[in-house]
């Protein structure tokens, strides 16, 4: 194996005291549609219903902590308000992302996003909603929906009024691999058997479309169809939805960039051996799918979340891993 490059041509910037790696204690949530194959990745499920792991999140309905280090047991939302030097420049009063894994055991609900100036207008000033999946497994067979076949909002508004959702709907097979972009107004639902990574901006808006007529507690969810038609993009741009992939090798590490937005940019690094990755100067999410190996000495493992402090220059990865990476 070759070694990296020493880290000593990093220079640090002005305000970052040093390089950080914030483990992130993962938020397990149990869910109507969830399973136990996050149990693969090392949690700990207390039911066989986990249907979420808020791996990266400051979300106030799940808040991850810092699992080791000078921070340790500090929560991410905490760090975001008083340690804002950790993330570099970044702006705003929330942290911006929310990275989870997602088991769905059965179909989750049909729904869309609005983007920010609907939201802002609509939502009290709430923020719209992107968000992109990679799928890390899928059973024989598993599909998704990733948006929809009416020519116009018209004939979407129609079509929903008289339920004819099987026609309207898009749904596709996938397999392990794929990787889709939901920018807001695109329809999306996950269904049952696929196991994916989400990495979403941070925000609660969504609307349902449709919920296949089922009964929570007794009584059918909330369905948001006057919103859901004013920010449905019609007709579907299929080729938004899979943005072309560009591939980099450095050292013993292939990078796949999936997918630039102005919310964030989303690499797939696969190492096998050892690599010195240059990082951008703002903080970076990563995500453990699979593997295990040594982020600079320190072991990252399958299921592992983290944060690479703003300003952290090169990484050297060694081992046989692979990991999701998430810049704003
Ligand atoms: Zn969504």
């Known amino acids: 194996m070759r070694g990296c490059a020493k880290a000593s041509a990093f220079v ?6 040093m390089k950080q790696i914030l483990y992130m204690e993962p938020v397990l949530k149990e869910r109507i549609w969830g399973g136990e194959r996050l149990r693969d990745f090392g949690y700990s499920l207390q039911s066989d219903r986990v249907g979420e792991c808020w791996g990266v999140s400051a979300h106030p309905n799940g808040c991850c902590r810092v699992r080791s280090g000078p921070y340790d047991g500090r ?3 905490d760090l975001w308000s008083s340690e804002r030097e950790l993330f570099g420049g970044a702006e705003g009063e929330d942290f911006p992302l929310l990275i989870k894994l997602i088991d769905a055991r059965t179909d989750l609900s049909i729904q869309v996003h609005p983007d920010d100036r609907y939201a802002f207008e609509n939502e009290n000033g709430a923020k719209g909603k992107t968000e992109c999946w990679y799928v890390v497994d899928a059973t024989e067979g598993a599909t998704i929906i990733i948006g929809h076949h009416a020519e116009s909002r018209e004939e979407f508004r129609r079509m929903v009024g008289e339920h004819r959702y099987s026609e309207l709907l898009r749904e596709i097979p996938v397999k392990a691999g794929d990787f889709f972009q939901i920018d807001p107004g695109c329809v999306h639902a996950i269904k049952g058997g696929t196991l994916i990574l989400e990495t979403q901006t941070n925000s609660d808006v969504t609307y349902r479309i449709y919920d296949y007529d089922r009964l929570q507690n007794g009584a059918l969810r909330p ?3 006057k919103q859901a038609i004013d920010v449905v993009e019609a007709p579907f741009c299929e080729a938004k939805s899979r943005p072309e992939k560009t591939v980099t ?8 960039c999936f997918s630039r937005r102005p919310q964030y940019t989303v690499y797939l690094a696969e190492t096998d051996g050892t690599a010195d ?4 100067g703002m903080f970076h999410t990563m995500s453990v799918l699979s593997g295990s190996g040594f982020i600079d000495g320190s072991r990252v493992t399958k299921g592992d979340h983290l944060i690479l402090s703003a300003g952290y220059g090169n990484i050297c990865a060694v081992g046989s891993f692979t990991a999701m990476i998430t810049r704003v």
């Open 12 to 17: 640090q910037p002005r305000g970052c005291r």
């Open 75 to 77: 929560t991410l939302a």
């Open 277 to 280: 990755i240059p990082l951008s």
């Open 249 to 256: 090798r450095i050292g013993d590490c292939t990078l796949t």
């Open 223 to 225: 369905l948001h169809t």
